[in-house]
Nanobody, 125 residues
Framework: QVQLVESGGGLVQAGASLRLSCAPA????????MGWFRQAPGKDREFVAV????????TYADSVKGRFTISVDNVKNTVDLQMNSLKPEDTASYYC??????????????????WGKGTLVTVSS
């Protein structure tokens, strides 16, 4: 059973930082692009960030650009999302995803090859 397991969510105040991690379990994702989506209550799931296999390409949603950084930790075998200067509007469940096509992330959440179950981030004002 292939799984993506997210960790690192929590409750923080506005302006604080959190680091999310996504660890593949059950297989390796060496040839996949990995990224993050988020879904706030009552809203559609939206793209946050994606990193290509080997990390040569990274793309961010405009709403998080300059505040969030996606990276690959080859020692821990995780894909991490460093979130700085958090805002209340960042409150959402954050989902890790994997797909062979880097650009599929930019087209939206439909059709991703693999998903995690999500981790909740709550930012209080």
């Amino acid at each position: 059973q292939v799984q993506l397991v997210e960790s690192g969510g929590g409750l923080v105040q506005a302006g604080a930082s959190l680091r999310l991690s996504c660890a593949p379990a059950g297989r390796t994702f060496g040839s996949y692009a990995m990224g993050w989506f988020r879904q706030a209550p009552g809203k559609d799931r939206e793209f946050v960030a994606v990193i290509s296999y080997m990390g040569a390409m990274r793309t961010y949603a405009d709403s998080v650009k300059g505040r969030f950084t996606i990276s690959v930790d080859n020692v821990k075998n995780t894909v991490d999302l460093q979130m700085n200067s958090l805002k209340p509007e960042d409150t959402a469940s954050y989902y890790c995803a994997a797909d062979r096509d880097f650009f599929a992330f930019l087209r939206g959440p439909q059709g991703m090859d693999y998903w995690g179950k999500g981790t909740l981030v709550t930012v209080s004002s």
